[in-house]
């Protein structure tokens, strides 16, 4: 690993957004619409932030259909060690709020029997 590799991942994880997205992911697999409800930000910062963690090697994504699913990479130590090392350390109370909204937003997906996971660019128009 390079010098410049190491950078791209202190840079991204030090922003708040992306942290909060990484403590999310650590319960699992999401997608980009699972995260904005969770956050209240809007698809295009959140791809952003994605974007970034994706770069530095810290998650992976996979398309089913339309959908792109986003978790935390776990082949390759040393950034797993970091990103546990991490978000170890963000109490549960600093994402109560975001772990709230996400619950909320997959059981109303639920009730409306909408896919687990959908590709939206605005939660309130989730109609897939």
């Known amino acids: 690993m390079n ?7 202190l840079k991204a994880l030090s922003e708040e957004t992306r942290l909060r997205v990484l403590k999310l ?5 999401l997608c980009v619409c699972d995260i904005v409800a969770a956050l209240e930000t809007s698809q295009p910062k959140i791809s ?9 090697g810290l998650i992976k994504d996979r398309k089913q259909g339309r959908w792109i699913h986003y978790r935390i990479d776990e082949s390759d130590m040393f950034r797993r060690f ?10 549960d109370k600093a994402i109560d709020e975001d772990r709230k909204r996400l619950d909320m937003w997959i059981k109303s997906k639920a009730a409306k029997a909408l896919p687990s996971s959908c590709e939206c660019r605005e939660v309130s128009k989730c109609s897939t």
Do not use: P
Not at 3 to 9: A, H, P, T
Not at 48 to 56: D, S, T
């Open 3 to 9: 010098m410049e590799e190491v950078l791209n991942i």
């Open 25 to 29: 992911l650590q319960q699992g697999e």
């Open 48 to 56: 952003f932030h994605l974007n970034v963690l994706k770069e530095a």
């Open 82 to 91: 970091l990103v546990l090392s991490l978000v170890e350390k963000l109490t």
